[in-house]
């Protein structure tokens, strides 16, 4: 589910046709050392594309809980979200109380430049392992 | 408005981020909100625990590495409370603690095996408690509504008949239902040699009450197998599926053998269940009725006072014990009147919550395990004093360390908060220590194998489980507060000024009058426990060198029964006779008869008897009395002295008049100035019931246990009251059992091939197991015991040594003085004594009430045996002695000039 503002940017990162050379990666500063994004990482990722403006902790848990059909625990998210902040893939902002019970102010998350480009890393990384594999008949 | 559930939240509190803890709860709370809503109640808080669980580790993961990332300070130093949540504390002190104890590894090991040894000991003796009680028996769903039902005759529990259960069973309203079983050994065969394994006769409903599932296949179907609609099936234990069928599915259908008869497999019981009894071992289920030798039969189970099955129900919801047992008891009293005009009086039932125990043996062995865990209990108290001891101590050694920290701006809170989780991280690897050494115990204790009847198995399953573990955290966790909190705040309340001045050196009086209040407490508990352990062992000694009245050294014995091979009486008659016979001649064997019990085997009787011309007591319709059937040559096998008359013998068989042996106790109580051969006594009302002649008279012996009144007891031929188990006792020449004992199982086996025969074993082993609670608790407490006197020489010696160390200086100028080193030394001596003595005389006072509690478990022993308690005084003040004398003496043999340069 992508809000309306954010699919146009959601698509566009997922399906960038940009082509991809080793070199760069290991040039690119902005990729964390350890290199790849982990699954969950990942995941995560995908969920604050996907949700644009909206992205705050409940959202994404539920955003990923709802793809991957497993539960997904909102201290993993938080461990996650912090870590992805720590390698500088993404941004926070707090917002206002909200005007509901309880009142509380929401932090909202966005990808950096660098968590975008991680990102886009690392589907393109997938796709290409994934190439000329045809899971489906393997494994039925 | 609905809350959060509280705990929960607090959890998340402790490990998450402090900066991230706003949002995320908030977070949460809105999930929470929206599926309390959706869902209700039960299914929100049981999400939001799922989603606290789910968050634990990441979160602490997460918390961990920035911490270490960020690199903290490693002295506590003064409290930073901005920003810093309990959590950060936390770690921070326990990383400090970690390196602390790591510096001082002397200190470290010392402590954590002397704590290892207290947290094992408990540790071990609570998995016996958890595996006999709190398990409880696997397979059994919702154990909360089963009840054991038995009948009550005058206090004493009694089994019930047949046809009383099937009354009550239909006529109740209170029981949602019933079952009945009994547990009888079977010889299984079919191929390969017969074993003897436990059968359990059960009413069809017997797993449908308890509400297990069935491995495979199914269970009798409750309804079609009740007495006298039995099928010719049978449900064998998952054991037996696993040992004897390798657990293979085509099990179904096939036969076994039991007793001689085939019977068809239906199905496999779950694994870990044998009965609902915890740790018995059964084999196989069958139908009670089937018409199987050596079981139940038609004829004993029509009869409505025979006393032969016990019950398990499951109460309706909402019943409690008090009205069914009312409404139980109303129904089975008009069952027995109905059915035989109400011969026996009033019919009382009993009804009692079920535990994997029966309630039968429920008191006896929960005295038993109070005693053990007492005895563990105090061992880790001693280990406890000596450690806190140690970590007092230390504390001493960190004054200056700790007045710097103070005057620093340190607040005494987070000081103490400090050398708490020193403790706590001492306290807790000894408990994960103390764990493994109690798996090693435990395996111990289950080495302990008593030599049971055939047949019957017992297995407790004593492996760690959550309750264990958790059992050996809180020990620790307690424990741990309990004994370094007094230390901890001694050590923050130092006067800044003198100890920043270095007190010891002006020479003032250290206080030790913590200290002394442990040593005196670790010296009562030291007491107690010898004592306890003392009595244990004197119980021991004096059973074995008790006369028995027998003598079972180089007696062989080896027990048959044979309605497993499906003789009758007259077959049985037959093979006994046979195999006496044959057992003779074997070489080696220099006597051998047989006899239905073993001495102290259970007792069984007739009931009561009377003699022509003498009263029975006021009340009672005899006089109470026991028996054996024996064959001829009994009392030459056994040793038993025959005072008058004669042994049986050949001649005396079933049409003849009945005779009997009596022993000389009742010889003396009817005819105390006859001569009682010829003389006759009836079991029941003179010349109504049997009639047996007196034939001879033997020697008193015991018969039902090690400790009794002698009872009226008399032997008979079992020629002609015959029993189908009979056990063959063999007197050996020395250095023949192995060939004896291989040539009877081949007597045996010419005899009847199909018949099981356990190994012969040495009569004297088979009586081992009487004194099994004495033996496991005297092994226990002794070696606690042991233990306990360890640790209290060491804590003694530690306190005393910790005072003459600090009063250096003072001995120094009072020998400089010219103090003569004797008075020292006694000084020393008799300082160091008031506190342990003390002690003593306190843990002596509370051992005399103590040891009452044991009177039931040390048969023959005095609670305050002179002897137990004059060598344990003598034993432990001579330790106490000892200790302040080689401190003392150390002491004094200073240099007064070193002393004081040294202070």
Known sequence: MCAPDAAKKCTALLSSPKPFHIPSVVNNMAIPKSGFLAEFELYVMLSIARLGSEAYGAAIRREIEGRTNRPVSIGAVYATLGRLGDKNLLTSHTSDP?????????RFYNLTPEGEHALRHSAAMLNRMMDGLDLQAKTG | MEQVPILFRLILRLVTDPRDLPYLLSDLEEDYFAKLEADGRHTARKWYRRQVAGSILPCLSRRLKSWRKSGHVTNPGPPKHNGMSIMDGLLQDLRFAARTLIKQPGFTIVAIITLALGIGANTAIFSLVNGVFLKGVAGIDDPTGLVEITRDVGGRVFDMSYPIISDVREGNEVLEDMAAFTPIPVAIGGEGEPTVKMSLSVTGNYFSVLRLRPALGRFFAPDESFFPNVPSASVISHRMWEERFNSSPDVLGKTIVVNGYPTAVIGVAPPGFGAHVVGLQVGVYLPIGIPIPGLRSAEELQGPENGILEVVGRLRPGVSVTPARAALTALADGALNARTGSAFGTYVMRVEKWGPVPSAARTAITVFFAVLMTVVALVL???CVNVANMILSRTAERRAEIAVRLAMGASRRRLVRQLLTESLLLFTVAGAAGVLLSVWASNLLLAFEPPLPAGIDVELDLGLDWRVLL??????????????LAPALRATRSDLVSTLKDESRSGGPVKTRLRSVMVGSQMAATVTLLIVAGLFLRTLSSLESLDTGWDGDNVGVVTIDAELSGMDRERGREFFRELATRAKQITGVEAASLAAKLPLGGRSSFGNINVEGVEAPQGQNGFRAFLNRVTPGYFRTLNIRLLQGRDVSDDDTGGKQPVAVINRAMAQRFWPDADPIGKHFYTGQVSQGRDFEVIGVVENAKYGRLVEEIPNFYYVSADQWYPSAMSLHMRIAPGAERAVAAQIRQVVRQLDANLPVQPMQPMNDLLQVFFLPQRVAAWVAGVMGFVGLLLGAVGVYGVTAFAVGQRRREIGVRIALGADTSNVLSLMVRRGLVAPMIGM???????????????????????????????????????????????ARKAVRLDPVEALRAG
């Open chain 1, 98 to 106: 909200l005007p509901v019970r309880g009142g509380r102010s929401r």
């Open chain 2, 381 to 383: 108290s001693m280990a």
């Open chain 2, 841 to 887: 005389v306190a843990g002596l006072a509370v051992t005399v009430i103590a040891t009452r509690l044991l009177t039931s478990l040390i048969p023959g022993v005095s609670p305050l045996d002179p002897l137990t308690f004059g060598s344990v005084i003598a034993i432990l003040a001579a330790v106490a002695v000892l200790a302040t004398l080689l401190p």
């Open chain 2, 471 to 484: 059992f050996s955290l809180t020990v620790s966790v307690v424990t741990a507060v309990a004994f370094s």
